[in-house]
Nanobody, 114 residues
Framework: QVQLWERGGGLVEVGGSLRLSCDASVSSYITEVAWYRQAPGKQREEVARITSRGSVNYLDAVKGRFTISRDNAQNTFYLEMKSLKSDDTAVYYC?????????WGQGTQVTVSS
C-alpha cells in the first residue's frame, strides 16, 4: 500500500511564501510526481509535474512563482510557492505514478489572505 502525506499548508498573506512537502511510503519506481489543487466550487487542476528525468511542467497561472522538486533519496517531494495570490487558495494534493498506478495524498489546505 503506497501512502503519501502532505505537510506545510497553512494561512499566509498575499505575497507570502509556503513550501509544501509530500512524504512517500515508497522510494523506488516512482516515475512522475505532481501537485494538484482544488479550490471551493472548482475542479481539481494540475499545478506542477516533474518526471523521473527532472522535466517539469507548470500551470500557466503559477509559472515563475512555484517550483516543484523531488528528493528521491528522502522519498520527499516539494512545491515551493512564492508571491502567493488569493487565487492560490485551495487544498493542495500530492500525486505520484508508480508502476502505472496513481496515488494521492489526503491534501493540505493553503489559504492566502488579502
Amino acid at each position: 500500500q503506497v501512502q503519501l502525506w502532505e505537510r506545510g499548508g497553512g494561512l499566509v498573506e498575499v505575497g507570502g511564501s509556503l513550501r509544501l512537502s509530500c512524504d512517500a511510503s515508497v522510494s523506488s519506481y516512482i516515475t512522475e510526481v505532481a501537485w494538484y489543487r482544488q479550490a471551493p466550487g472548482k475542479q481539481r487542476e494540475e499545478v506542477a509535474r516533474i518526471t523521473s528525468r527532472g522535466s517539469v511542467n507548470y500551470l500557466d497561472a503559477v509559472k515563475g512563482r512555484f517550483t516543484i522538486s523531488r528528493d528521491n533519496a528522502q522519498n520527499t517531494f516539494y512545491l515551493e510557492m512564492k508571491s502567493l495570490k488569493s487565487d492560490d487558495t485551495a487544498v493542495y494534493y500530492c500525486n505520484i505514478e508508480r508502476w502505472g498506478s496513481i496515488y494521492w495524498g489526503q491534501g493540505t489546505q493553503v489559504t492566502v489572505s488579502s
